[in-house]
T-cell receptor, first 117, second 112 residues
């Protein structure tokens, strides 16, 4: 398996523009997670899905952020409008079961490095 | 790109020596803990996990110790190799827990 695939790997955009980050989880994994990593706040969970259904989005910073999972093999994280403080590395991860039951099956993608200028 | 966290605490270790990375967790209700390794430009990678009903767990060249009394977790790496150079994170959660809370991370630099 190719692992969790994220795109783009790097994006530089201007403040106010819409940003869409994409994720393809590992086939057969029922859980999908979006994390954000910054120097100030470290790694934070934004939202996670189970069987394509959003379960907990309490980590989504504000209404400018939205995430969808239209099918088992694709998810998007969208920021509209983007702001400089959104600059971070965004990671997608997937796992076969929930983390508590099988934490060793969670795999992270290589991340999307976003810079908003 | 580099892993974020340029101001992380850093552990410098000579190749072949043992490394000990420490982590203090905050939530006394946490009962499942995971150590991750993050190499430059990559996502976190699972190393080893431990549940609160255990004090110690061993893997290949790694050992995790859990002290629930003082809410402390440590990762020991035996015979540290250049490929062990990375940032190491501990993470905690509790049942039914799909929300991992990550620690701030420690950078390990292995000197040849």
């Amino acid at each position: 398996d190719a692992g969790v695939i994220q795109s783009p790997r790097h994006e530089v955009t201007e403040m106010g523009q819409e940003v869409t980050l994409r994720c393809k989880p590992i086939s057969g994994h029922d859980y999908l997670f979006w994390y954000r990593q910054t120097m100030m706040r470290g790694l934070e969970l934004l939202i996670y899905f189970n069987n394509n259904v959003p379960i907990d989005d309490s980590g989504m910073p504000e209404d400018r952020f939205s995430a969808k999972m239209p099918n088992a093999s694709f998810s998007t994280l969208k920021i509209q409008p983007s702001e400089p403080r959104d600059s971070a590395v965004y990671f997608c991860a997937s796992s076969m079961d929930g983390i508590y039951d099988s934490g060793n099956t969670i795999y992270f993608g290589e991340g999307s490095w976003l810079t908003v200028v | 790109g580099e892993s974020v966290g340029l101001h992380l605490p850093t552990l410098s270790v000579q190749e072949g020596d043992n490394s000990i990375i420490n982590c203090a967790y905050s939530n006394s209700a946490s009962d499942y803990f995971i150590w991750y390794k993050q190499e430059s430009g990559k996502g976190p990678q699972f190393i080893i996990d431990i549940r609160s009903n255990m004090d110690k767990r061993q893997g290949q060249r790694v050992t995790v110790l859990l002290n629930k009394t003082v809410k402390h977790l440590s990762l020991q790496i035996a015979a540290t190799q250049p490929g062990d150079s990375a940032v190491y994170f501990c993470a905690e959660t509790r049942h039914p827990g799909n929300k991992l809370t990550f620690g701030g991370g420690t950078r390990v630099l292995v000197k040849p």
